[in-house]
């Protein structure tokens, strides 16, 4: 799945997309791409699905004649 998270770093906000299976896997791959020295000063404001990778299937299936 693929996660949105939004975060602020230095007064800027930013929004990165991360392909992860879970949120806390999607944090740590956030924090592998950011420089050393920014690790650990950045704020999380939201992690979100992004709604284009939700697979828009009927939950009831499909039934044909």
Known sequence: MRYLV???LDGK???YPIDADN???ALERLKLRLP???R???IIDSITLDPA???N???FGVFSD
């Open 6 to 8: 939004d975060i602020r």
């Open 13 to 15: 906000s930013r929004l």
């Open 23 to 25: 949120e806390t896997q």
């Open 36 to 38: 050393p020295h920014q």
């Open 40 to 42: 650990e000063s950045i």
């Open 53 to 55: 990778t939700i697979p």
């Open 57 to 59: 299937n009927d939950p």
